[in-house]
Every structure is written in C-alpha cells, then in structure tokens.
C-alpha cells in the first residue's frame, strides 16, 4: 500500500463548496473537464487537446514540496455535487503577492461556485498576500464578473499568450489589494 502525502495547504470553506489541495484520484475528473476546449482556450496554460499523464503530471506539481503555486480543487460534495467541479489557484509572486487563476467546468458554469471560491479564497488569504493579482481574456466577461465581485479592480489592458489556442490573446487586468 502506497500513501497519499498531502501537502501543507488549508482547506477553504466557501459556503456550500470547500477549496480544498488536489488528490491524485482527482486525475480522470481533472483531465476531463480540461480537454474540454471551452475550458482550455479560457485558460492561458491548458491545452487542448489535452495530452494523455497531464492531468496527473499537473497534480503531482501541485503536491511537490518545491512548488510556487498553490492549487485546490472547488470541491461540491457539501452542495450535493462532484468532488471536482473546478480548480483554483494562488502563483506566488515577489513582494507579498501572487497570481489568482481559475477554471469551473462548463456543466457548472453561472452556479456561484467560481464567485464563491475566489471570495473565499481572497478572505482567507492563505498565504498572507499584501497584494492579488488577475488576468482574464476579453472574451470571457463572466470570469471578469467573478474578480469585480470579489472586490478586484480593472487596472487595465494587456494580451497573454493562450497555448489552446495558439495565438496572443487582449485580456483585462485586475488587482485586490488586501
């Protein structure tokens, strides 16, 4: 028998959801919803088609002790859902900062869970950040929604590169400071 280490990272209650790390039995779920080219081309990083050991690749980075950013899965069990409904997560940056970056399956889209976990998770501010950070492609004004809601700013355009799609990407930028 081999056991899971789990890595020092809270579990976030976000109402009726809880943020909690990646398991590696969240392996099938996660590259399921991650071939998905709605999910990948929303995504800067993900892509599509989405290769086979990536999701299992992606989940023991997020278990490794070297890591710099810190992941959880929008666990919906307490809302009568699936264990993995999307994945959140925190890039540590210099300076008391960090990158927050998220993606919900499409079945769970416009529920709250993706509000929920970003409130949440700025509230809770595990890693004492002074300062958050956020981008979200111009095409996506529901993910936009999600960060002014949480109390994030537009602070303006810039373009990243979207590896679903293969092409530079306009996206709005947001701060929260803390």
């Known amino acids: ?3 899971e280490i789990i890595p020092d990272q809270p579990v976030i209650e976000a109402g009726n959801y809880c943020l909690r790390p990646l398991r590696r039995s969240d392996a099938g779920v996660l590259a399921m919803y991650a071939s998905d080219r709605r999910v990948a081309e929303a995504t800067s990083s993900i892509p599509h088609p989405y290769p086979p050991g ?15 950013e810190y992941v959880w899965a929008m666990d ?23 990158e927050i970056g998220y993606w919900v399956a499409p079945a769970f889209w416009n ?5 929920a976990a970003v409130q949440a998770l700025v509230e809770a501010n595990p890693m004492e950040c002074q ?6 492609f111009q ?11 949480a ?21 709005w930028t947001y701060l929260r400071k803390l």
Do not use: H
């Open 54 to 68: 990536a999701a299992e690749a992606f989940i023991a980075r997020s278990l490794g002790d070297e890591r710099d």
């Open 1 to 3: 028998m081999k056991l």
């Open 131 to 136: 300062t958050y950070f956020a981008q979200v």
């Open 111 to 115: 529920t709250g869970i993706a509000s």
């Open 151 to 171: 109390g994030f700013e537009y602070i303006g355009d810039a373009e990243s590169f979207s590896v679903a799609r293969n092409a530079t990407v306009p996206t």
């Open 76 to 98: 919906g069990t307490g809302a009568g859902a699936g264990e993995l409904l999307g994945v959140i997560s925190l890039k540590c940056m210099d300076r008391g900062q960090a």
């Open 139 to 149: 095409d996506n004004p529901a993910s936009a929604r999600v960060l002014t809601k």
